[in-house]
C-alpha cells in the first residue's frame, strides 16, 4: 500500500500528498495578530512555517469551516480563493469565490483519484456547537492508500465514534486537538482535548495519529506536549506522529 506524507505548517494547517493529488488543510498564513469577530476576540502568536508560495501546485484546500480566524485567516481566505477547488460547509463555500464546492455531512466530490467524504463535526458541546455554527471534517480514500480522516474542529467523542462506525477502514487521524477554550463561549472545550484525542485513536483503531491545531493560538489551552503525555499514558505512543510546525513524516 502507498504512503501519504504530511507536512505540519502550523495552528490548524497542513499539507497533505496522498494518491497523487495535494491537498492544504485549514490554511492559515498570517503573521502574529489580533482579530475580532462579534463578541470573540482570539490572538495569533506565531506565524506559520511556509508561507503559500511554498507549497507548490495543490489540487484542493479543505477548509473545515470558513468563519473562525483561527481556521481561515485573512491571507489564508485570501490563498482559498485562489485555490483551484475548495471543499468546505455547504454554509461556508459562497464565501470563497466559485471555485468554492459545500458539502453536507456524508455528501461526496472527487479530487483526482481521492474520494473525499465531508463528515460530522461538533464544534464544542452540543449548546455551544449550535452557536459556533456548522464545521465539518473529512474522509480521503483512494485505492491501493490508507483511508484518512480529517477531523475539523471536532470536540466529540460521539462524533468520532460515528466515523469510527461509518469508515471502519480508517487507519490515519489527522486531529485538530489543543483543547481551545473562549470565555465567551461558556466553559466547554471547542476542540478534542489531548486525552480525548487518545480515547479518540483506540476508538477509531488507527496506526498514525497526527495532531494539529494545538499550537500558535492564545485560546489553545494545550499543546504537543500535552499530547504527547495524554498518549504515553494510554500506551499509545507508538500511535502518535509528533510533529512540530515546519516538520513532515511519511505516514
Keep these: 500500500m502507498s504512503r501519504p506524507t504530511v507536512r505540519v505548517i502550523g495552528g490548524p494547517t497542513a499539507v497533505l500528498d496522498y494518491a497523487g493529488a495535494r491537498f492544504v488543510l485549514d490554511p492559515t498564513f498570517d503573521e502574529p495578530g489580533t ?7 482570539t490572538t495569533k502568536l506565531t506565524g506559520p512555517s511556509a508561507r503559500p508560495e511554498d507549497l507548490g501546485p495543490v489540487d484542493a ?3 473545515s469551516h470558513e468563519h473562525h480566524s483561527d481556521n481561515l485567516d485573512r491571507s489564508g481566505r485570501e490563498y482559498a480563493r485562489a485555490a483551484l477547488r475548495v471543499l468546505t460547509t455547504a454554509a461556508g463555500a459562497p464565501n470563497l469565490g466559485p471555485h468554492a464546492i459545500g458539502l453536507r455531512p456524508f455528501e461526496r466530490a472527487e479530487v483526482g483519484d481521492v474520494h473525499v467524504t465531508a463528515v460530522p463535526a461538533l464544534h464544542g458541546t452540543p449548546e455551544i456547537g449550535v452557536v459556533n455554527g456548522p464545521v465539518i471534517g473529512f474522509v480521503l480514500e483512494a485505492d491501493g492508500w490508507p483511508t484518512i480522516y480529517v477531523s475539523g474542529d471536532n470536540a466529540s467523542i460521539d462524533v468520532v465514534a460515528v466515523i469510527a462506525e461509518r469508515f471502519p477502514a480508517t487507519e490515519i487521524a489527522i486531529l485538530n ?4 477554550w473562549i470565555e465567551a463561549r461558556g466553559e466547554g472545550f471547542l476542540t478534542l482535548t489531548a486525552q480525548l484525542a487518545a480515547r479518540a485513536a483506540a476508538l477509531l483503531g488507527v496506526c498514525a495519529v497526527v495532531p494539529v491545531h494545538q499550537d500558535g493560538w492564545g485560546h489553545y489551552t494545550e499543546n504537543a506536549d500535552d499530547v504527547a503525555r495524554a498518549f504515553a499514558d494510554a500506551g499509545l505512543t507508538d500511535v502518535l506522529v509528533d510533529l512540530r510546525p515546519g516538520e513532515s513524516a511519511i505516514l
Excluded: K
Design 35 to 41: 482579530y475580532q469577530n462579534g463578541p470573540v476576540t
Design 61 to 63: 484546500v479543505l477548509v
Design 177 to 180: 486537538l489543543g483543547a481551545a
